[in-house]
Nanobody, 125 residues
Framework: QVQVTESGGGLVQAGSSLRLSCTMSPLMIDSYTMAWFRQAPGKEREGVSCIIWSSEYTEYSDSVKGRFTISRDNAKNTLYLQMSSLKPEDTAMYYC??????????????????WGQGTQVSVSS
């Protein structure tokens, strides 16, 4: 059974930074395009960022572009999301997701096969 596990969430003040991490087992992330999504209460799940297996291409939503950075360390089997200049509107459950690497990047949640349980990020004003 595939397990996707996020960590690193927390409660921070506006303007702060956080780094989220995601691991997958027993599969290795180097075979997968990886992405971060988020969902705030009462809102639809939103694609935040995506990165292909080689890290040569990344994609960001307009709402986080310039503030968040996605990266991956395939040797450590870990995906990261460095979040800076956090705003209260970034408050959400953040999910890590994977799709087979042949399909490339997407911010469409329906196109991802494996999902984690999420890690909560709360930003106070």
């Amino acid at each position: 059974q595939v397990q996707v596990t996020e960590s690193g969430g927390g409660l921070v003040q506006a303007g702060s930074s956080l780094r989220l991490s995601c691991t997958m087992s027993p599969l290795m992330i180097d075979s997968y395009t990886m992405a971060w999504f988020r969902q705030a209460p009462g809102k639809e799940r939103e694609g935040v960022s995506c990165i292909i297996w080689s890290s040569e291409y990344t994609e960001y939503s307009d709402s986080v572009k310039g503030r968040f950075t996605i990266s991956r360390d395939n040797a450590k089997n870990t995906l990261y999301l460095q979040m800076s200049s956090l705003k209260p509107e970034d408050t959400a459950m953040y999910y890590c997701a994977a799709r087979y690497r042949a399909y490339g990047c997407s911010l469409n949640a329906e196109q991802f096969r494996f999902w984690g349980q999420g890690t909560q990020v709360s930003v106070s004003s």
